[in-house]
Structures are given as C-alpha cells and as structure tokens.
C-alpha cells in the first residue's frame, strides 16, 4: 500500500468514525467496548480536523473536529465515573490529546469538565508518569479550575517525574503560571523544536495506515492549547509558531 495524500487519510478517519459510530449506537458493547471505541472516535475526529485544516484551509471544520473529539473523551469518562472501573490505557489522565483539542478550541467548559472527572492518580505501566502530572498541570490552568496552590503542587509533581533536567514542557507551565511572556515564548519554541525532531527521527518508519501520525506532525494542537491558556492569562504571544498556524486558532 502506498503513502496515503492527507486528503486520503482524512477520508479514511470519516469512515472509521462512521463505522465506530454505528457500533457505539448498536447498544450491544460492553463497558470496556466503549470506552476503546470514544477513545478512537477522539483520535480520528483529531485526524479529520487536521486533515481537513491542511487539505481546504477549513478552520471551521477544523473546530468543530476538534469539539467532538473533546466531547467523545467528556462522555467517555463520563461513562467511566458513573461504571466505578478500574483506569485503564484509555480512561487514564495521561492521554493529553482531547483536554488539548478542547483547550485549542476554546472549548473551556468541557475541559473543566475533562478536568474534572479525569483520574488523580497515575496508572503505572498505562502511562508516562510525566504525562500524567503534566496532564494534571494542564487542569489546574484551566480558569476558574483551581489556585496557585494546587498549580505549584502540580508543577512540582511535573518536575520531579521529569528527571535532573528541565523539559520545555515544565518551563512552558512554569511560564504560564508567572505570566512571563518571554519565558513562555523561548520555552514554547524549544518545545515545538524537540517534537519537530521527534517526528522527523520517526517519518518513513510507521505504517501509511497511522493517519493520526501523518496528521499529528503538520499541526501541533498541544502548542495550540498552550498559547490559549497564555492569551487567556493576557500573556503577549506571537502571531505565528511554526506547526501552530494562525488559521487554527482562536481569539481569547
């Protein structure tokens, strides 16, 4: 099979969302079931958005993606709260990718909601535990979430789960916090850098099949998220980021 057009694999993600759609709606599904399935209809509603941003320029298409992703991951912990089940890969507060499409999206309220009902302690062998303190930083930023207080706490967990060094996504949060503008800006572009590198070390070693992969690495929707929070803390940002064009933003 050949390297899929974006416009191919934009196509592919509308149909997997049809068929997981007609599946979720079947009411035959287990518990489980359906969480693996909200999980993979936010995954492909995040491929159809920016497939369709990079195909047609659709910003509105590309919002609204992004809004329905946030909304499958709000009903699928919804479902997982109200079950009492146990977390698993895909309930865990480490998948980072809806709580970011919804913060991108100015979609504040079902992120508080996100927040809210997303699990408080890390799953050892489902998730980084940096992504799971850094997911649990990302919460308390949001407004009208929580104080300073459990920000710094936060924060603090983040950078003993980093390691000796600093990671760009520590200093991003740690900008965002003090409201430091340029902080935020060098810590942002050193962010954008380091998984520019990630994915070109990776480019040509996946399977043309991983549309989420091919989508991923030409819109960056975390960077995204981050200059929302900051522009909502009134913080000076730029006009334009490398992989955060500014078709796909919103106004604070």
């Keep these: 099979m050949g390297h899929l057009s974006l416009q191919e694999h934009e196509e592919l993600a509308l149909g997997r969302m049809a068929i997981l759609t007609a599946d979720l709606e079947s009411g035959k599904r287990s518990a489980e079931d359906r969480e693996r399935i909200l999980f993979y209809l936010s995954l492909y509603g995040r491929v159809a958005a920016i497939a369709g941003l990079l195909v047609r320029a659709d910003s509105g298409g590309f919002h609204q993606w992004l809004r329905r992703s ?27 990718g809806p709580l970011c499409d919804a913060i991108a999206t100015g979609a ?16 050892e062998g489902d998730e980084f535990e940096d992504d799971f303190h850094y997911g649990r930083v ?14 710094e706490a936060r924060i603090s967990d983040l950078a003993r789960s980093s390691g000796p060094e600093e990671p760009p996504r520590l200093k991003v949060c740690q900008a965002l916090v003090e409201r430091d503008s340029d902080a935020f800006g060098k810590a942002l572009h050193a962010l954008i850098d380091e998984r520019a590198a990630w994915f070109q070390a990776r480019v040509g070693g996946l399977a043309p099949e991983n549309s989420s992969f091919e989508t991923d690495r030409f819109v960056f929707i975390e960077g995204l ?21 500014s078709l796909a933003r919103v106004c604070p």
Excluded: D
């Design 70 to 96: 946030a909304t499958w991951r709000r009903q699928l912990l919804r479902e997982w709260t109200q079950g009492n089940r146990a977390v698993s890969r895909f309930t865990c507060t480490g998948v980072l």
């Design 225 to 245: 998220a981050l200059v929302r929070l900051a522009e909502l803390r009134g913080m000076k940002v730029e006009e334009e980021y490398l992989f955060l064009p």
């Design 138 to 151: 990302l919460h308390a930023h949001l407004p009208e979430h929580e104080g300073p207080v459990e920000v």
């Design 108 to 123: 504040e309220p079902i992120a508080r909601e996100i927040a809210a009902l997303s699990a408080t302690s890390w799953r």
